[in-house]
């Protein structure tokens, strides 16, 4: 029992870990997703191509999760024509994301890991966890968490303008 519970936060390390070495990458090509959304319907990093792409990573029962998926919402529905694109990822079963909806509607697609999601967007120890995609198809960096909304509404910004 005692190595049981000296694995979890071994494992919750490691995962901080390498979550926080993949949040720290730029300019390299960020890994391809193929996946179903929570309707079934296949979403593909690569069809977005020359879009800036925001992956958020998140869960229902993550309270800033909660917070913010309203106004990434916001900012996806004002950005979109610029040419923004929003994906939310969770691990959490689709009946579970779609009850959640309910409360917290946004239009942007929800992913699940049922398709070939690499491990970058898998390895979470913090949520939420944001990736940001330039529209070249580079990671570049995203905000710490915990920084203010208007510093992530202001890189994706930075990002849509600069790639014009």
């Given at each position: 029992?005692?190595?049981?519970?000296?694995?979890?936060?071994?494992?919750?390390?490691?995962?901080?870990?390498?979550?926080?070495?993949?949040?720290?990458?730029?300019?390299?090509?960020?890994?391809?997703?193929?996946?179903?959304?929570?309707?079934?319907?296949?979403?593909?990093?690569?069809?977005?191509?020359?879009?800036?792409?925001?992956?958020?990573?998140?869960?229902?029962?993550?309270?800033?999760?909660?917070?913010?998926?309203?106004?990434?919402d916001r900012l996806y529905r004002d950005r979109k024509d610029?040419?923004?694109?929003?994906?939310?990822?969770?691990?959490?079963?689709?009946?579970?994301?779609?009850?959640?909806?309910?409360?917290?509607?946004?239009?942007?697609?929800?992913?699940?890991?049922?398709?070939?999601?690499?491990?970058?967007?898998?390895?979470?120890?913090?949520?939420?966890?944001?990736?940001?995609?330039?529209?070249?198809?580079?990671?570049q960096p995203a905000p710490a968490p915990g920084q203010p909304?208007?510093?992530?509404?202001?890189?994706?910004?930075?990002?849509?303008?600069s790639s014009h």
């Amino acid at each position: 029992l005692s190595l049981g519970l000296a694995a979890k936060p071994v494992s919750d390390g490691v995962n901080r870990w390498k979550q926080e070495r993949n949040m720290a990458m730029r300019g390299v090509a960020a890994p391809l997703f193929e996946t179903p959304d929570i309707y079934g319907k296949t979403q593909r990093l690569a069809d977005h191509k020359g879009e800036v792409v925001l992956v958020n990573i998140w869960a229902t029962w993550c309270a800033p999760c909660r917070a913010e998926m309203p106004k990434l919402d916001r900012l996806y529905r004002d950005r979109k024509d610029q040419g923004l694109m929003v994906f939310g990822i969770s691990d959490e079963p689709v009946a579970v994301q779609q009850k959640f909806l309910l409360d917290v509607p946004v239009t942007y697609p929800l992913l699940t890991l049922d398709g070939g999601v690499p491990s970058l967007y898998r390895d979470i120890a913090r949520y939420p966890a944001v990736f940001l995609i330039d529209r070249q198809g580079r990671l570049q960096p995203a905000p710490a968490p915990g920084q203010p909304f208007e510093s992530l509404q202001a890189a994706v910004d930075s990002l849509i303008q600069s790639s014009h």
